[in-house]
């Protein structure tokens, strides 16, 4: 018996967990778009596919359920791409894209989720259609000779046009319509490789040994079959005996070398073609210069710079043949970087300058163009020329290009001084670069050593600190500094930073920059030998970073609390020590131990301990802050926006509407004693408030309703709804009430009592003898036919309005009055589904009178105009009340109802409809209980759980 009746406790909690959700539902989700989709011919596609026209405005909204009020998030994906609205998503229901472009078509998807479940996500393709403007290019067959080049030749007239949908071509000669067969001299193909698009496309033109007659004007049309209302687009062109191919000249050199700062022109000229070209110049790598100034051929760019060098090509396209190319290079003379080293005597192993040995001055710099650079030297400012002991050489260019060394051999006391080469470029404009290198007995290699008190280097995060390693020798070379603990960049994001006095200045030091920092010495600027090196420790404190860094505690007076602060990193690491303090009162302090978290309880709340808690942890570099709101507010409530119906209508410019919500979390804190309503009309400014008294505890999930009333139609109205404890207000929310006509593009449940002035969108058919008229027992004329027709509306109202037939005179017997129900979208049915959604259609009818016809009921489906299938009939007297109809229809597409009227004999026949409600599944039963939004699901729930409870307690209690 012990085990049954831990598997009726175990199920009763499953049972109170259950109910304990109230109201509380996942989200799910639907996409309607606004505007009509563009239809097409084919019906290639599902009905999750929307069509716009490039540069229209896509409006698509996500419709949402669920509760609390799902978040709501957009995104795109283009193939494997995804695209999420310049790295930042929608979080809008609507997502509006103005003036549309191509690349923007795709799937969009909308995504909502609100912490219950799994998120919903539903999607649409979006197909942008666009038609560019053709372009008709002529090409002579392959292998012909290029003079007379279309005499007695096969001439070929290719017509392409960008497109979505893909696009038709036509061809014309003058005013005649060329058609395949229809001249033996003419040809009409797509070629091969691009036969990708839809049966019947053309786009090539072949004439074949050009007659006088094919001398003409050829007209090419693009057409995507007005789709979208994209209207056909045609370019012509005039074909003629001296029709030639573009050809062109440069009147430059090439290359063109100049000096900076001096302005160039390059002129292109054309040389022939028919019709005349068009001239374009680009560069080979980037854009032209900003400052280019372009006149027909001719490209002028002024003050020209080392970043305008590069190859410049003139282009000339008249679509005839291949387009004609000529290019030219700018060349911008530059001299930069120069630099020097010193090489001992290879042939021994000593770093060192001696007497009667040989050494090597090597000078470098960076020249262009390279074949102009010319070196001079000189000692103590006397030229010096090449002999036996000084020897001057240019090294290769393809080993070291832009250098010159000078070897002096058998090194003498008389030759110690200072040496000059001097770097200059022969066409001048450009000033020379001189390098000085002084030879004498002082000249030693560098030497490295790092000041004792300069590692290992101890900093605070974000200061300013300076590594510094001592450089002895001379001359002084170049110091490179570089990480040596680990292959990543410098602060500056090289590699390898320079310095010339060697120090490395480090500016906001982080922590990350802890670790080991090598200095070495560069050949350049010094001695050509192995490089000396030494290293640095950096050590950068931090202070201590702690989680978490700010919590919010909601909790009631009486009730017991446990803050936790926890250290995550920290240097240096120990000793740290805390202080726990609420607002500016110390409440307790210490070190820390073992453990790297310290704790803080108050061990039963009054409204002196409710504020903000502050836990500092402490170490030499600063202090890591955890805070602590501790407060006796309440969560904000929670607006219900799944209201069936909310909104109804008392008098005709007023309007009255259901609002709910849920309280978040109301056992958080103290008990909700009351709700302080306020209310404005949009744009105001001033708040109306009353408060709403809350009588006991309000549950998880518990649904609260209050109506408010006195509207004015068609105002919005902002609502703002703030708990109450005896701690005092809470968080307050707010909500935007409109009023709006019911539309349903994308049909999940549709309810309408004709209440509206626009009657739910209804609408009269055009086709038929007279209308359905709108009427409400109190507005109907004192005139009415009496013995037939409602005295009220289905709920009994006499304020109530219905739909009704008048069969007074002058209507005749057999007449007929249609009434169309809006256009209800349907989900596309699933290809490995059985059968197709069902929909529970439903509606009150009045029929009463000696003289009653007969009421019908057709579903018309899209594409199906004219044949419509019968749902319901009836006919004859029903007797003087109100009947329901209720019937399934399985709609595979769009789908329409249309309430078809048929006056009787006589005048005694008004028939009345009212409360039509279309809903996603089929009709319940008559004897089958409806759902009840509270407690009605649970309790269902709790006896069908309880049967197989009772049956295992029976099988134990046997078996004992």
């Known amino acids: 018996m012990d085990l049954a009746y831990g598997l009726v406790w175990l199920l009763t909690v499953l049972l109170e967990g259950i109910s304990g959700q109230g109201v509380y539902a996942p989200p799910a989700v639907r996409i309607v778009h606004s505007g009509l989709a563009c239809n097409i011919e084919e019906e290639r596609y599902s009905e999750r596919v929307y069509t716009i026209r490039e540069g229209e405005t896509l409006e698509l909204t996500c419709l949402v359920t669920g509760h609390p009020r799902p978040q709501i998030r957009w995104t795109k994906t283009a193939g494997s791409a995804s695209d999420r609205f310049q790295d930042s998503s929608v979080f809008n229901e609507t997502l509006r894209i103005t003036n549309i472009q191509?690349?923007?078509?795709?799937?969009?998807?909308?995504?909502?989720?609100?912490?219950?479940?799994?998120?919903?996500?539903?999607?649409?393709?979006?197909?942008?259609?666009?038609?560019?403007?053709?372009?008709?290019?002529?090409?002579?067959?392959?292998?012909?000779?290029?003079?007379?080049?279309?005499?007695?030749?096969?001439?070929?007239?290719?017509?392409?046009?960008?497109?979505?949908?893909?696009?038709?071509?036509?061809?014309?000669?003058?005013?005649?319509?060329?058609?395949?067969?229809?001249?033996?001299?003419?040809?009409?193909?797509?070629?091969?490789?691009?036969?990708?698009?839809i049966k019947g496309e053309t786009k090539i033109l072949k004439l074949k040994n050009l007659r006088p007659q094919d001398y003409a004007n050829y007209s090419?049309?693009?057409?995507?079959?007005?789709?979208?209302?994209?209207?056909?687009?045609?370019?012509?062109?005039?074909?003629?005996?001296?029709?030639?191919?573009?050809?062109?000249?440069?009147?430059?050199?090439?290359?063109?070398?100049?000096?900076?700062?001096?302005?160039?022109?390059?002129?292109?000229?054309?040389?022939?073609?028919?019709?005349?070209?068009?001239?374009?110049?680009?560069?080979?790598?980037?854009?032209?210069?900003?400052?280019?100034?372009?006149?027909?051929?001719?490209?002028?760019?002024?003050?020209?710079?080392?970043?305008?060098?590069?190859?410049?090509?003139?282009?000339?396209?008249?679509?005839?043949?291949?387009?004609?190319?000529?290019?030219?290079?700018?060349?911008?003379?530059?001299?930069?970087?120069?630099?020097?080293?010193?090489?001992?005597?290879?042939?021994?192993?000593d770093d060192n300058i001696q007497i009667g040995r040989e050494v090597?001055?090597?000078?470098?710099?960076?020249?262009?163009?390279?074949?102009?650079?010319?070196?001079?030297?000189?000692?103590?400012?006397?030229?010096?020329?090449?002999?036996?002991?000084?020897?001057?050489?240019?090294?290769?260019?393809?080993?070291?290009?832009?250098?010159?060394?000078?070897?002096?051999?058998?090194?003498?006391?008389?030759?110690?001084?200072?040496?000059?080469?001097?770097?200059?470029?022969?066409?001048g404009g450009i000033s020379d670069i001189s390098i000085d290198v002084n030879i004498s007995s002082s000249t030693v290699p560098p030497n490295l050593t790092v000041p004792q008190e300069k590692s290992p280097l101890v900093t605070r995060e974000g200061d300013i600190i300076e590594l510094q390693c001592q450089v002895t020798g001379k001359p002084k070379p170049i110091i490179l500094w570089s990480r040596a603990d680990k292959e990543i960049a410098m602060p500056d994001g090289s590699m390898q930073m320079e310095s010339y006095d060697g120090i490395l200045r480090i500016v906001n030091v982080s922590r990350e920059m802890t670790g080991t920092y090598r200095c070495q010495t560069s050949q350049y600027n010094g001695f050509n030998v192995k490089p000396r090196e030494a290293l640095v420790q950096l050590i950068v404190q931090y202070p201590p970073a702690v989680e978490p860094a700010f919590l919010e505690i909601r909790q009631g007076q009486g009730r017991s609390i446990t803050m936790s602060c926890r250290v995550l990193r920290a240097y240096p690491t120990r000793v740290l020590t805390y202080e726990w303090r609420l607002g500016n009162k110390l409440l307790r302090t210490g070190q820390f131990d073992a453990h790297d978290s310290t704790e803080y309880i108050v061990s039963s709340l009054s409204r002196d301990s409710y504020g903000i808690y502050n836990c500092n942890i402490i170490n030499e570099a600063g202090a890591g802050r955890c805070s602590f709101l501790v407060t006796g507010k309440a969560y904000a409530p929670e607006f219900y926006y799944d209201t069936y119906s909310?909104?109804?209508?008392?008098?005709?410019?007023?309007?009255?509407?259901?609002?709910?919500?849920?309280?978040?979390?109301?056992?958080?804190?103290?008990?909700?004693?009351?709700?302080?309503?306020?209310?404005?009309?949009?744009?105001?400014?001033?708040?109306?408030?009353?408060?709403?008294?809350?009588?006991?505890?309000?549950?998880?999930?518990?649904?609260?309703?209050?109506?408010?009333?006195?509207?004015?139609?068609?105002?919005?109205?902002?609502?703002?709804?703030?708990?109450?404890?005896?701690?005092?207000?809470?968080?307050?929310?707010?909500?935007?009430i409109k009023y709006s006509a019911p539309v349903n593009p994308h049909l999940r449940e549709f309810h309408c009592g004709f209440e509206d002035g626009n009657i739910c969108l209804f609408t009269q058919d055009d086709t038929d003898n007279f209308d359905w008229t709108k009427q409400s027992t109190a507005t109907?004329?004192?005139?009415?036919?009496?013995?037939?027709?409602?005295?009220?509306?289905?709920?009994?109202?006499?304020?109530?309005?219905?739909?009704?037939?008048?069969?007074?005179?002058?209507?005749?017997?057999?007449?007929?009055?249609?009434?169309?129900?809006p256009v209800f979208s349907v989900a596309p049915k699933n290809p490995y589904g059985v059968t197709n959604t069902a929909y529970c259609f439903s509606f009150y009818y009045h029929m009463y009178g000696q003289h009653i016809g007969s009421l019908n009921v057709y579903l018309r489906l899209k594409g199906q105009t004219t044949i419509e299938n019968p749902v319901w009939s009836s006919s004859g007297n029903k007797g003087q009340h109100w009947n329901q109809a209720r019937v399934n229809i399985h709609p595979t597409t769009s789908f329409q109802l249309i309430f078809e009227g048929i006056r009787g004999p006589g005048i005694e026949g008004d028939i009345a409809i009212d409360d039509v409600s279309i809903v996603e599944g089929e009709c319940m039963k008559a004897d089958q209980p409806a759902n009840n939004l509270r407690a009605g699901a649970v309790g269902t729930l709790a006896h069908i759980w309880l049967f197989p409870v009772i049956l295992l307690m029976s099988v134990l209690s046997h078996q004992r």
């Open 102 to 197: 191509r690349h923007q078509g795709g799937r969009y998807y909308c995504k909502a989720e609100n912490g219950l479940g799994s998120p919903a996500i539903k999607s649409i393709r979006v197909d942008v259609y666009y038609l560019d403007d053709p372009i008709v290019t002529v090409h002579q067959s392959i292998g012909e000779a290029k003079e007379q080049f279309y005499y007695e030749r096969t001439v070929f007239l290719r017509c392409v046009a960008n497109s979505n949908p893909p696009v038709r071509y036509s061809w014309r000669r003058g005013q005649e319509v060329l058609l395949q067969g229809s001249d033996k001299g003419v040809e009409i193909y797509e070629p091969f490789f691009t036969q990708v698009g």
């Open 220 to 349: 090419c049309i693009a057409s995507v079959r007005s789709v979208c209302n994209i209207p056909d687009k045609m370019v012509s062109f005039r074909l003629s005996n001296k029709t030639a191919s573009p050809s062109i000249k440069l009147l430059v050199d090439d290359p063109i070398v100049v000096n900076p700062g001096e302005a160039i022109t390059l002129v292109c000229v054309t040389t022939g073609g028919e019709p005349a070209p068009t001239l374009t110049w680009v560069r080979s790598i980037g854009a032209l210069p900003e400052k280019t100034v372009l006149n027909g051929g001719t490209l002028t760019i002024p003050a020209i710079t080392s970043d305008d060098s590069g190859t410049y090509s003139c282009i000339a396209n008249n679509n005839v043949g291949n387009p004609a190319k000529k290019s030219t290079n700018i060349i911008v003379r530059a001299l930069k970087k120069g630099r020097f080293w010193i090489t001992p005597d290879p042939y021994h192993k």
């Open 360 to 427: 090597k001055i090597s000078c470098q710099v960076e020249a262009v163009p390279s074949e102009e650079l010319t070196f001079s030297w000189f000692k103590n400012g006397r030229p010096l020329r090449s002999s036996e002991r000084m020897v001057i050489t240019q090294t290769d260019p393809d080993v070291s290009p832009g250098t010159t060394n000078l070897d002096i051999i058998d090194l003498k006391f008389t030759d110690f001084g200072t040496y000059t080469c001097v770097a200059s470029l022969k066409g």
């Open 646 to 736: 909310p909104l109804w209508q008392n008098r005709p410019r007023v309007y009255s509407y259901s609002l709910q919500w849920t309280q978040m979390n109301p056992d958080a804190v103290d008990r909700i004693l009351a709700y302080r309503l306020g209310i404005r009309q949009a744009g105001q400014q001033r708040w109306w408030e009353q408060e709403i008294t809350v009588n006991g505890n309000i549950q998880k999930g518990e649904l609260i309703t209050y109506n408010l009333t006195e509207l004015i139609k068609p105002e919005a109205y902002e609502v703002r709804l703030t708990p109450i404890t005896r701690f005092g207000e809470g968080d307050s929310t707010i909500r935007v």
């Open 780 to 821: 109907r004329d004192t005139k009415y036919t009496p013995n037939t027709g409602p005295n009220a509306d289905r709920s009994g109202s006499k304020e109530g309005f219905y739909m009704y037939i008048e069969t007074s005179r002058p209507r005749l017997e057999g007449e007929k009055a249609r009434l169309l129900s």
